[in-house]
């Protein structure tokens, strides 16, 4: 992994180099990104980038050409998002065959994220307060899906023609965390809530659940 230097523009990005297979880092990535006294700026929005890049490396064509389980949760994802795309697109959304890379990486980047959360603190310290405010109160757990948001939270403007391998950042965070019902736990959603979802709606890449 590489860890570059700041730049110019003090930008925030990260990559994978398919002909290195090594992921960079932009320097902006290991600063907190809230305030300094909360706790919700630890290095859990860096541990999923870097979740995101490495993933890059096995959310492919190829792998799909490899794996039949692979192939099938890869169906099921691009699927998902095309719905998705549907609930909160704006203008012209083409998520799907298009952004299957990118959205898998996601996925998969911010499950692995809260796995390594789960495994570090039991279920009394998950449920612990790290963030008090009179317009916000926000538990460990939740945490977690917070920072996932913060980094696509800006002005959205509508796309007539969406070509980018990105889906739109409405999408891009909706499409992931209704595969998860880790922020359904987290956040109390109920069956019929569109934010709500259970194991037996997760699209699987990978592991046991993948079929």
């Not at 965390?177 to 037996?200: H, L, N, R």
Request: with cysteine.
């Amino acid at each position: 992994m590489l860890i570059h230097r700041v730049d110019g523009q003090m930008r925030k990005d990260a990559y994978y180099h398919r002909e290195l297979n090594k992921v960079a880092i932009l320097a902006p990535y290991l600063y907190p990104q809230l305030t300094d006294n909360s706790t919700l700026n630890k290095n859990y929005g860096l541990f999923y980038v870097i979740g995101h890049e490495m993933f890059h490396s096995v959310v492919n064509q190829e792998w799909a050409e490899k794996s039949s389980a692979f192939n099938n949760g890869l169906s099921c994802l691009i699927s998902h998002y095309e719905r998705t795309c549907g609930l909160y697109g704006e203008g012209s959304c083409n998520s799907g065959n298009q952004t299957f890379r990118e959205d898998g990486a996601d996925l998969e980047g911010l499950r692995n994220n809260y796995e390594f959360l789960a495994k570090n603190y039991n279920e009394e310290e998950l449920n612990e307060f790290v963030h008090k405010s009179d317009s916000l109160t926000v538990n460990r757990r939740q945490a977690l899906f917070y920072l996932f948001g913060i980094d696509w939270c800006y002005s959205i403007k509508k796309i007539d023609n969406h070509t980018n391998v990105h889906s739109p950042p409405q999408v891009r965070v909706n499409g992931v965390v209704t595969q998860m019902p880790e922020f359904s736990q987290a956040f109390s959603c109920s069956p019929g809530q569109a934010m709500f979802t259970d194991k037996e709606q997760t699209c699987n890449l990978f592991g046991p659940d993948s079929k």
